[in-house]
């Protein structure tokens, strides 16, 4: 059974990135299933740190875009809104090329606050992040 509310085309979901970090960082949503949001980052010049390893940070934003939308998908957009309280990324890996995929999974979705659980690994299914990313539901207006 699926956990969205709203489940638009990814061509849709990409759209909302134009002119954004997310465009910059050539971030895609790959991927709804039933139970999951996934996504995708290129290593390269623009997520990498200056050991040529990827950047932590690119790491976190990959896991608050992919969680984010995955949150919003699960609410009555735009009744409702959610926006980021809490992230966490615990960076197990290295990676120097190639692309990191994300996989955000729900823990909890409530009426209030939500917790994603965002898994980052390489295209050989190598752990490199894993992330908790806590949401705050909020009113639309």
């Known amino acids: 059974m699926s956990i969205w509310f709203n489940e638009p085309s990814l061509e849709v979901i990409n759209g909302f990135n134009k002119g954004s970090m997310i465009e910059y960082l050539d971030i895609k949503i790959t991927e709804i299933g039933e139970d999951y949001i996934r996504g995708t980052m290129p290593v390269d010049h623009r997520t990498v740190q200056s050991y ?9 934003v990959l896991a608050e875009t992919i969680g984010s939308l995955g949150s919003i998908l699960t609410v009555d957009f735009p009744r409702k809104k959610c926006v980021g309280l809490d992230i966490n990324c615990n960076h197990i890996g290295a990676i120097r090329s190639g692309l990191v ?20 690994e390489s295209e050989a299914g190598k752990l490199i992040s894993i992330c908790r990313l806590t949401m705050a539901v909020l009113d639309g207006k």
């Open 101 to 120: 995929i994300g996989t955000a999974r729900p823990l909890h979705t409530g009426k209030s606050t939500q917790v994603w659980q965002i898994r980052i």
């Open 52 to 60: 040529g390893q990827l950047h932590g940070g690119a790491s976190v």
